[in-house]
Structure formats: structure tokens, C-alpha cells
Nanobody
Framework: VQLQACGGGLVQAGGSLRLSCAAS????????AAWFRRGPGKEREFVAA????????YYANSVKSRFTISRDNAKNTLYPQMNSLKPEDSAVYYC?????????????????WGQGTQVTVSS
């Protein structure tokens, strides 16, 4: 399964942005999925995850109540709706998928990654 992330851009603090991650193939609905991000000079970090059916979601404390992860399995697409954006949310955002549930927060468990899309939040 190949992933293509898009939707990044420049937004003012307090604004909203919706990224998307399109997956190739017809098996996307069997994969658990997540978003990670890497800010300037930082390690890549977990943002949010969703299980294969969309019934369970997981969030980093830094984005909880501001970001909402969702998926449309009929369209093979993963989304995060990002609201109340802050300058510290500026990063390259990556989508990733994995087959087994395990620990959704751990980067090394994800096998397929998108190329990343840049989000810049101005103050």
C-alpha cells in the first residue's frame, strides 16, 4: 500500500487545516493508521491514530481536543482535522499505516509511510 499525503500549507495561529492521505490498493480498510510530525530540529513524534474500522482513536496530549483524526475507507483516505492551530504545530506531517494493532503511539510499528506534507503556522 502506498500513501500520498497532501493538504499542507501556511495558516495563521488559531486557524484550521485539513490534511489528507490517500492510499493505493483496496486493502486500506484492514490497516490501522496514524499521523506523525517532525518539527524544526525535533524528532518525529506521534500526533494521532485510528484503528482500521474507525471505532477507536488515539491522540497526543499536545493535540487532544484540537485535532480530530478520521478515515473514509470507501475512499481509501485518512484525515486529520486540525483546529486552533499554534505555531508549535508547524512541522512536516506524515501518514503511516500498520496491520497489527499493538501500540499505536510507537513509530517503529508502522511499516508504510507517506512522503510528508509541510504545515506552517504563523503567529
Amino acid at each position: 500500500v502506498q500513501l500520498q499525503a497532501c493538504g499542507g500549507g501556511l495558516v495563521q495561529a488559531g486557524g484550521s487545516l485539513r490534511l489528507s492521505c490517500a492510499a493505493s490498493g483496496r486493502t486500506f480498510s484492514t490497516y490501522n493508521a496514524a499521523w506523525f510530525r517532525r518539527g524544526p530540529g525535533k524528532e518525529r513524534e506521534f500526533v494521532a491514530a485510528i484503528n482500521y474500522s474507525g471505532s477507536n482513536t488515539y491522540y497526543a496530549n499536545s493535540v487532544k481536543s484540537r485535532f480530530t483524526i478520521s478515515r473514509d475507507n470507501a475512499k481509501n483516505t485518512l484525515y486529520p482535522q486540525m483546529n486552533s492551530l499554534k505555531p508549535e504545530d508547524s512541522a512536516v506531517y506524515y501518514c503511516a499505516i500498520k496491520y497489527y494493532s499493538g501500540n499505536y503511539y510507537v513509530e517503529s510499528e508502522y511499516r508504510n509511510w507517506g512522503q510528508g506534507t509541510q504545515v506552517t503556522v504563523s503567529s
